[in-house]
């Protein structure tokens, strides 16, 4: 790699691994020599730059944009010009976008040129008193430029401004702010750029004090009666998610509609890309019915107001929520709106909030840059009408349940890990988050089926991570084996509590969250699932305890379907045959080979390949359960609207219902 190219990619990854200095993947980056400009590619992140991240251009034929004649409609002028930045990428096999901003890192002459958005800067930045400050800090070699539109309108402006400041200083400016905006360092080495930073962060913070300490707050429990109401009211097309923030700085600015209403437009173009112009504010916050009751009455006037529904609310007391089609989005959105808060506490010790106008809004929300960053953010669609849908899965740690999380997943599910096995339970959510390009987002919570409380505990988690749940699937089980005369009630008991009183309890707290979100909206069907067995559907010698709680499990199946259909909450138990290669089966120590083999319940077998064929045999497709039987059968019994109360037989026709 050439050292430039290493100095620029080391400079970025430095500024853009905190979030002092860019959020949401902001800010820009490049080096050029005399014929050719490196610069960051749109989508790609400052903390993770490569050379590979990079578009490369053409200055020669970047030089067009300053003197080519564009249309007078700012829109067509915008893609006038993008046209003319594409053709100048030399190597378009790449598939890398330039920058919007690629001619103003061209118009300043130094080699390198780091663009970055501060919260400390941008709150000087979005001041009434912005220029006066800047001057008073850095003199007459800073230049400042007043607001103008990103984009064309912003090349042209500064063009005229880096021109006279040559003029007056026979060089280019090292430092130039933007109002409303952010900040350039250029120079011709990145050590000089990190002095330039160090000497601009050093004199603001002897004029502005610094935000720190923020503590985080709690997480009111009214909320778990609230956000799946909140989150099927604001599902139209695509469910969404719900991810929430609740900290002392955000605490100072929900008290009051006044205190919101300093939070309550846009600073920076970046909050209009992500969180929208608009936000919505809740200050009956008292108790979960007045919470619903009020943004009932707000979202068909918001929605008739300004033409969307809202992607950030705030609810007094309680903390911000950002509704989106992804976890990544989401948490974007928050990133975004706390730092325009963070902004706006910085502008209030500079003389007072200069917000962008309804004018410069509207540009920013409808420029094709803007709405490409926006689609970068949106789930790359798997075709699953699954996507984005909250789901749980007991024992989803290990064997069969691993196996139904890792497959959900892969279909743009969000998926809770419910697990007793903490270790096991958090490599899979590590294995699961590091899949490239995945929006959606696995998490594991410890839990014992058995456990009433430890369930409760589970479905609030679940709610509070991601905003409700559509599908339960109980899953966690286990099995001994062994005779009347083996048998000891404490292992029947404990058998039967997993097996069976953990199903129930399941069922009765999820489906606390899915009337929930019924109640708002009454067409939106979910899903209770038992994962059962085939020794539910026949008795299974010498493992009565395992076979009795599945029977049982079948009678909670049919009994929960007639109580929950008129909430359009499905309940249905799939039955799989033996599934072979699951820990259940398989498992050197404790495994049901082991155990059929020690307990002779296969007749003549003398280990455990003769168990194995023995079981084999009894099916007539000659084969165990696979994974791929099982997911079919449980995405056939999601997507279907009609049937519930089911036991659905995967078994290779070993067990034909008549």
Known sequence: MNQYIKDL???????????????????????????TLWIKASGEALAELTEEGLAVLDRDKLKKISTEKYSDDPLAREEQVKNDLYASILDHSKGKRPSVETSLHDLIRYRFVVHLHPSLINGI???????????QIFGEKALFVTYTDPGYTLFKKLETEITEFRKNFSSDPKMIFLENHGVFAAADTTEEIREIYDNIFSKV??????LSNIQELPYNSVLHKTLPGIRMLLTKDRIKIIRHRHNTLISKYYSSQQNFHNISLPLIPDVIVYCK???????????ADRILES????????KNEYGYLPKIIVIKDMGVFAV??????????LDVFEDNIRICHYALQCGGIKFLTPEQTDFIDKWEVENYRRKALKPVSSKSRLENRIAVITGGARGLGEGIASSLFSLGLNIVIADVNDEAGHDLVSRLNSTENSKNRAVFINTDVSDPGSVSDLIFHTVKEFGGLDIMISNAGILKAGGLDEMEPDVFIKTTGINYNGYFYCAKYASEVMKQQNQEKPDYF????????????????????????????????????????????????ICP?????????????????VQYLKTGKVPGAKNIDDVRKFYEDQVPMKRGCKMEDILKALLYVIDQEYETGQAVPVTGGQLMLG
């Open 9 to 35: 990619t080391d400079i970025s990854r430095f500024y853009g691994a905190s979030m002092d200095y860019v959020i949401a993947g902001g800010g820009n980056s490049s080096y050029k020599d005399d014929k």
């Open 125 to 135: 930045l979005c001041s009434r008193n912005a220029k006066n400050i800047i001057s």
């Open 205 to 210: 913070e002897e004029r502005t004090e610094r």
């Open 277 to 287: 112009a608009r936000y919505l504010y809740i200050d009956q916050s008292s108790t």
């Open 295 to 302: 943004l009932r009455i707000q979202l068909s006037r918001f």
């Open 324 to 333: 989106e089609e992804s976890v990544g989005a989401a948490e974007t959105a």
């Open 526 to 573: 979910t899903d209770i699932i038992q994962i059962n067995s085939k020794s539910g559907l026949r008795g299974s010698k010498k493992n009565f305890a395992y076979s009795g709680g599945k029977f049982g499990g079948i009678g909670l199946t049919q009994s929960f379907a007639l109580e929950l259909a008129p909430f359009r909450i499905k309940v249905n138990s």
């Open 577 to 593: 045959g033996n599934f072979y290669e699951g820990p259940l089966w398989s498992d050197p120590l404790n495994g049901l080979f």
